[in-house]
C-alpha cells in the first residue's frame, strides 16, 4: 500500500491513477482479516472487545492524520519547488522548460506552468485574450485567463468567450458555459484587486501541481516506517 501510494503521486493518466488505486484497495483490504486474527490469538477472551475498538479507533485517527499530513506535505513541498518559477524574471517557456527539467518534471506540466505564469503577469484584457487565443496555450490557463477577463467586465470578454465555445475543447467550453450563465451578474471590480487575485490562484495552483507527489509520498512513508516498527514488535511479542 506504501508502494502504490507513492506511484500515484506521480502518476497523471486517468486510467493509471485508477489502476494503482484499485491495487491500493485491494492491499489494504488484506491487512484488517490477519490483524483481527492476531488480535484473537494473543489478547484474552475478556479484553478482546477492548483490544480490538482501540485497533479500530487507531485506523480511523491515524487516516485522519494522513490528510493532515498530506496538506501540509503539499504546502511544504509545492511551495519550495514553485519558488523557482513564480520569481523568475523572465519565465519564458524554454526557461520554464528547463527550470522543470531541473527539478524532474516532465515537458506538459512545464507547459502547464508557463500557462498559468502568463495569466499571473498579464497586466491587461489584452495580454488575457492572447492567452485564451493561444492554441499551444494549456486548457487550464486559458480557463483563468477567461475567468479573469469576466471578472474585470472587459470589452474583449464576448470575443474571449465565443472563441472559447468555438475551440472544441470541452474543458475551454464547459469554462465558457458556466460563464455565460452568470454573465448578467457579473459587476466591474477593481481591475488591481482582480488581477492580484488571479495572480495569487495561479501560483497556488503552481504549487498544488508541483507538491502533489508529495501528499502521496510522505504519507506513505509514514505508513512504511509505521508497518517496520510494528512488525518488529509483533516479532518480539
Known sequence: SAVLNVVFGFGAALYFLIFVWACNGYAQSLGWTPCMRAAANWIPFSRRGRAIGLIGTGYQ?????????A????EWHGHRQAAAFTEMTEPTAANVEVAAKRQGHDPQTARTIHGLLRVAQAKDGSELLAVVQ????VAPARALALETLND???????EALRFAEATGNSFLSQAA?????KLNNTQPSNPAVVLKKTRQRAHRTIE???GRSMAFF?????LAGA???????LRER
Open 227 to 233: 508497518s517496520i516498527v510494528m512488525f518488529f514488535f
Open 152 to 158: 474585470l467586465a472587459d470589452p474583449r470578454r464576448d
Open 218 to 222: 510522505l504519507p506513505a512513508m509514514l
Open 177 to 181: 458555459e458556466r460563464l455565460r450563465k
Open 134 to 137: 493561444d492554441k499551444q496555450a
Open 61 to 69: 485517527v491515524t487516516a485522519a492524520l494522513t490528510f493532515v499530513i
Open 208 to 210: 498544488v501541481l508541483l
Open 71 to 74: 496538506v501540509g506535505a503539499v
